[in-house]
């Protein structure tokens, strides 16, 4: 998804279509479990499955990538806040005033005016905002991402005139709010889970990252830092699933810092594989940056196509097919392997439903809208004026 405002990096698009994908597989699995038809005996044998589980960090993923890639875009630059909020809301409001107003519709009792105002007014994620079981569930997290596109130019600003010591000042005060409410209440995983409270770091970190990766990018190219990156994030996950995952760890006080870990974490992955010389082939990279390209439209669809695609698979695997004795096969072996059943229908049904539905909604609600963003960046002369007086000392 190329931008007016800067250099299209298909890498990054290979992280959202990755970070799209592990959130629809963490609810597919979280799914299964709650159903009964995927038992904790047969999770605790499967490291893959159990970083499965942790899936709903992929949200920390994206929140820590807008931070990195708004800093890549506007760092030198001088940026038109009009330009820039317009096309933000461009980006984002299309889709999801579209899954607010269906909401609406099919629960206009409980999905009244204000509920909707307070949605649409980057309040999604507080009680009282639309909520339709069917597919809101996932749309708590694009309000947070409104909030960090108001504050963005600020923090540029800010960093501007006092340093990157502001970001570093902002985020020990985010942590430090945390461990006063964990004091207070014995929980920080609301405020750190739900708010920019918590999500805040991540967005923090991910500018951190970008500003060192203009500078240091170069030095970092061997696949061994990449894959270094991958074992320490799975390793800090499978930590946290140890703890309690996201359920059973809410009265833990690593809430108080899970939030900066997942930042630091994904950050890392977002560095070293854009810095890597590591490379998909050429074919195989734009397919993933499609899937890139559709993220969005996937992460806010997939929870409907979840709960619809149940009611197919469900009765087709699990109920007896006397009259049907081509399905008996493969529903027993699916039977008495919950695993394969399990993945059977991430990668089989929901995943590939949840595509080809993204294209179109990409097409029809997301694509025009993106094709009337404008340029909201111009070169800033004071780094054009440092950039000179280097190149003239050199």
Not at 206 to 218: P, T
Not at 324 to 329: E, H, K, N, P, R
Request: hydrophobic share 50%; net charge positive; aromatic share 18%.
């Amino acid at each position: 998804m190329k931008s007016k405002n800067s250099l299209y990096q298909e890498k990054l698009d290979h992280l959202r279509f990755f970070a799209a994908t592990y959130v629809i597989v963490y609810h597919v699995f979280l799914h299964f479990a709650g159903d009964n038809f995927l038992k904790p005996q047969d999770i605790k044998p499967h490291l893959m499955v159990q970083l499965a589980l942790q899936g709903y960090s992929g949200v920390a993923l994206f929140m820590t990538l807008s931070g990195f890639l708004f800093v890549l875009i506007c760092a030198d630059k001088e940026i038109r806040t009009s330009g820039f909020y317009i096309n933000r809301l461009l980006r984002i409001y299309p889709l999801f005033l579209a899954a607010l107003l269906l909401a609406c519709y099919l629960d206009p009792v409980q999905n009244n005016f204000w509920s909707l105002m307070s949605s649409v007014f980057f309040m999604h994620n507080l009680p009282g905002g639309v909520y339709y079981p069917q597919f809101t569930e996932v749309l708590w997290t694009i309000p947070i991402e409104m909030q960090f596109y108001l504050l963005f130019p600020l923090l540029l600003i800010f960093v501007r005139n006092y340093g990157l010591k502001y970001l570093f000042a902002l985020l020990g005060l985010c942590i430090g709010i945390r461990l006063m409410i964990f004091i207070i209440t014995g929980s920080a995983f609301q405020l750190g889970y739900t708010t920019i409270f918590g999500r805040l770091d991540q967005f923090i970190i991910g500018m951190l990252l970008g500003f060192a990766y203009r500078k240091v990018s170069s030095k970092f190219k061997h696949p061994f830092y990449l894959f270094a990156s991958i074992i320490l994030t799975g390793s800090v996950l499978m930590l946290f699933s140890h703890l309690g995952g996201l359920i059973g760890s809410r009265t833990n006080p690593i809430w108080i810092v899970w939030s900066t870990l997942e930042g630091i974490i994904w950050g890392a992955i977002i560095f070293f594989y854009n810095a890597s010389s590591f490379s998909f082939p050429k074919r195989l990279s734009q397919l993933l940056a499609l899937g890139g390209t559709l993220s969005f439209s996937m992460y806010v669809s997939h929870f409907l196509f979840l709960n619809l695609c149940n009611r197919w698979y469900i009765p087709l695997v699990y109920c007896e097919h006397h009259r049907y004795s081509l399905f008996v096969a493969t529903s027993n072996f699916l039977k008495m392997h919950p695993i394969a059943s399990t993945c059977c229908f991430a990668f089989c049904l929901e995943l590939p439903i949840t595509i080809a539905a993204s294209i179109l909604t990409y097409l029809i609600i997301e694509k025009p809208f993106l094709d009337l963003r404008s340029a909201y960046t111009k070169p800033n002369p004071q780094s054009i004026s440092k950039q000179t007086s280097q190149s003239v000392a050199a």
